[in-house]
């Protein structure tokens, strides 16, 4: 789900190893992805991984370099309702996005990376959702 958005290559700025604990009203983020947007082009590429029970890593070769950054925190989980199916293919659970669009579409969420921190909780508070 999580698009790959991170470079390749050595001799860049130094880039930070993250991880931290991710949960919404209360409860652990059980399956999602988390995404580091620089707010300053000159910052840097995105950065993300991976939320599994609760918690993303993110190693050092592919995390953040310095800087503010956006956060966006996207998680699906199933909707209760089936699709049709095709052909022989029986019902699948339809996903929904649960987690409210402050905290991924339309995130107001932001982190200064720098070198003194490598561990970064988010605790999502419920919120009306926005989505149409």
């Given at each position: 789900?999580?698009?790959?958005?991170?470079?390749?290559?050595?001799?860049?700025?130094?880039?930070?190893?993250?991880?931290?604990?991710?949960?919404?009203?209360?409860?652990?983020?059980?399956?999602?992805?988390?995404?580091?947007?620089?707010?300053?082009?000159?910052?840097?590429?995105?950065?993300?991984?991976?939320?599994?029970?609760?918690?993303?890593?993110?190693?050092?070769?592919?995390?953040?370099?310095?800087?503010?950054?956006?956060?966006?925190?996207?998680?699906?989980?199933?909707?209760?309702?089936?699709?049709?199916?095709?052909?022989?293919?029986?019902?699948?659970?339809?996903?929904?996005?649960?987690?409210?669009?402050?905290?991924?579409?339309?995130?107001?969420?932001?982190?200064?990376?720098?070198?003194?921190q490598d561990n970064l909780d988010f605790s999502l508070e419920k919120v009306a959702s926005t989505r149409r």
């Amino acid at each position: 789900m999580l698009l790959t958005l991170l470079g390749c290559g050595s001799g860049g700025p130094e880039r930070y190893e993250l991880s931290g604990a991710i949960s919404y009203d209360g409860q652990p983020v059980e399956n999602g992805d988390i995404i580091f947007s620089p707010l300053d082009s000159a910052t840097g590429k995105a950065s993300g991984g991976p939320i599994v029970a609760g918690r993303y890593s993110i190693a050092s070769h592919e995390g953040p370099t310095a800087g503010k950054y956006r956060v966006e925190i996207i998680a699906m989980r199933p909707s209760g309702k089936k699709n049709a199916g095709e052909g022989t293919s029986p019902p699948a659970d339809l996903m929904e996005q649960y987690i409210p669009s402050a905290y991924n579409d339309e995130s107001k969420l932001e982190v200064e990376i720098n070198d003194d921190q490598d561990n970064l909780d988010f605790s999502l508070e419920k919120v009306a959702s926005t989505r149409r």
